[in-house]
């Protein structure tokens, strides 16, 4: 990985967005700085740093944090969808 990926990476994660590397980051030896990467972004930002060689985990670690936000968002129900006819949508508008 170069820098300029990692650089990139670190815009995205300070932007908010969970930001997920199938390679490895250079920062085994500094675990308080592994550790607000990982962790403490997060809390911050928004968005945080993963890793994951694996492309099966890699996948399912994206769609379990997907989950995480609809759930904080509220938006993780199913609901009955509604199919309406312009008569309906009218009486919205008015409404």
């Known amino acids: 990985m170069s ?3 990692i650089s990139i990476g670190q815009y995205f994660v300070a932007s908010g967005v969970y930001t997920i590397f199938g390679v490895h980051l250079p920062v085994d030896g500094a675990p308080v700085f592994k550790d ?3 962790k403490e972004l997060e809390k911050i930002y928004g968005g ?3 890793l994951e060689a694996d492309p099966i985990r890699h996948a ?3 769609i379990a944090h997907i989950d995480k936000k609809r ?3 509220g938006i993780d129900m199913a ?3 509604v199919l309406m006819d312009m008569a309906d949508r009218q009486k ?3 409404a």
Do not use: G, S, V
């Open 48 to 50: 945080m740093w993963d």
């Open 92 to 94: 919205l508008e008015t």
């Open 71 to 73: 759930k904080d968002l």
């Open 79 to 81: 609901r009955e969808r």
């Open 60 to 62: 399912q670690k994206m």
């Open 36 to 38: 607000y990467l990982f």
């Open 3 to 5: 820098e300029k990926a």
